[in-house]
């Protein structure tokens, strides 16, 4: 079977999975600090859910060999889940909509540059963290609190991803 390709992130394309962490994508940024500084504003929502609460993390991840088969994906229920690079390297992510099984056919795969985070929303069907070429940090804000909060299925159908 084909490899699903990935294609450039774009805080658009990725609006119906969450948001996209990046200053090019903000809709209101000004200066502060007396001028030496400016404000990328608002980028993301974090949602701990109503009984948890937010928590920073970091992750050191090991590269992933492409092309990459995707056979399981994640969802985390009770709050969102958010991603930002640290090691200047680019990463892959893999998303499906909200809903009891995502279909294959509904995968989507993105190139992630450095400079690009993401928020998944609750609920949104994504694969583990994908780093590429190297091992690499990522500084991750989301849920701790009382209850399960991943869900785990396995897709019908593995899929092989590789860059665009
Ligand atoms: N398990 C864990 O905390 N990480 C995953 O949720 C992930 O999306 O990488
Ligand atoms: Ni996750």
Not at 29 to 52: C, K, M, W
Not at 64 to 91: I, K, T
């Amino acid at each position: 079977m084909k490899p699903l390709r990935a294609t450039a992130l774009d805080a658009a394309a990725f609006a119906p999975f969450g948001e996209v962490i990046e200053a090019g994508a903000a809709t209101r940024q000004f200066p502060i600090n007396q001028g030496s500084t400016v404000r990328y504003h608002d980028l993301a929502r974090i949602d701990p859910g109503e009984d948890g609460h937010a928590i920073v993390s970091i992750f050191r991840a090991q590269p992933r060999a492409l092309p990459f088969e995707v056979s399981m994906l994640e969802r985390h229920p009770r709050g969102s889940q958010a991603f930002m690079p640290l090691s200047g390297r680019p990463y892959l992510v893999v998303v499906a909509p909200p809903g009891e099984r995502p279909a294959t056919e509904n995968l989507r795969v993105f190139l992630a540059r450095a400079d690009q985070g993401v928020n998944y929303a609750a609920g949104v069907w994504h694969h583990p963290l994908l780093a590429l070429q190297a091992e690499s940090d990522f500084l991750v804000i989301d849920r701790a609190g009382p209850g399960a909060n991943c869900d785990e299925i396995t897709l019908d159908e593995a899929v092989y991803i590789d860059l665009g």
